[in-house]
């Protein structure tokens, strides 16, 4: 049975750049990213949808739609290319026809769309599906700090553990004979990105491993938010070889001008990402 993918944008956010860009100066994301009226940057939530094997698999789910009118505010949410459940029924598929979630991790802007209300209720945004999380991911989301409690909200995990719908992975995981969740600490210490191994050059979600193209072009940069920067230097370091080895599209969630691109070497020898424009 052959597999496929399709990348789901499921919003749009405007936030300061001193989150994504951390100590990156100005001078340097500044040639990759414009900023708007208020100083801030775009990020794009895409997330991957997948067919393999007869199941019907969801990569992240974005910041959903039970923000509150304080929520919408504070991200300046848009949906310049519709909803997330828009963009799934583009593809003919509807809530109940997803069997899979995988959360690469439980930030609030990848896994909100995980939960919906329903008469004031949290129910699962996916009434059939099984979220998969790593299990390392959800004890941190479970007992956060001061650091992590601002983005890992129980409204977005708590009702699916509750009524038995997460599954917790213990580091890298097998999906379908074409799909895979693999473990890329540093953002958080067990964040996943997901392979898709169905077409002759592979497909790495890579989620916050490197938030925009331009963070996998250059092995310093790390988002503000990852707790341990040092591990995300040497976790993006492998995939990078890797990335120049297989010639892999990677798939780039907060991207807005390139959501899907190939690293390759310039002239200089720099790594530069390429777009690739197939899907
Ligand atoms: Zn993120």
């Not at 959360?103 to 609030?108: M, W």
Request: overall charge negative; glycine content about 8%; hydrophobic content about 40%.
């Amino acid at each position: 049975m052959a597999s496929e993918w399709h990348l789901i944008p499921t919003g749009r956010v405007w936030v300061d750049p001193g989150g994504p860009f951390g100590l990156v100066p100005r001078a340097l994301w500044s040639r990759s990213q414009q900023t708007n009226e208020h100083g801030l940057v775009a990020m794009d939530l895409t997330c991957l949808l997948i067919i393999s094997e007869g199941k019907t698999i969801l990569v992240d789910t974005g910041l959903g739609d039970k923000l509150n009118e304080k929520g919408v505010r504070q991200w300046n949410l848009e949906h310049p290319q519709g909803t997330m459940l828009d963009n799934l029924a583009a593809h003919g598929v509807r809530p109940q026809d997803v069997d899979i979630v995988l959360d690469t991790h439980l930030h609030g802007d990848h896994c909100s769309g995980n939960t919906t209300l329903a008469d004031g209720a949290l129910v699962a945004t996916f009434p059939n599906a099984e979220y998969w999380v790593q299990r390392l991911e959800f004890a941190d989301a479970m007992h956060t700090n001061e650091r992590t409690r601002a983005t890992y909200l129980p409204e977005n995990f708590v009702p699916l553990w509750e009524q038995g719908k997460l599954r917790l992975l213990h580091g890298d995981t097998q999906v379908t004979k074409d799909v895979r969740c693999v473990v890329t600490p540093g953002h958080t210490r067990a964040m996943q990105c997901v392979l898709y191994e169905g077409d002759s050059t592979p497909l790495l979600y890579v989620a916050d491993l490197a938030s925009y193209a331009a963070h996998m072009e250059r092995r310093a940069w790390v988002t503000a938010y990852d707790v341990e920067p040092l591990e995300t230097i040497r976790t993006k370091g492998y995939w990078q070889d890797w990335a120049m080895e297989t010639q892999a599209r990677l798939v780039f969630e907060h991207d807005t001008t390139m959501p899907v691109g190939t690293l390759i070497q310039d002239a200089d020898g720099k790594l530069k990402v390429k777009a690739v424009n197939d899907n």
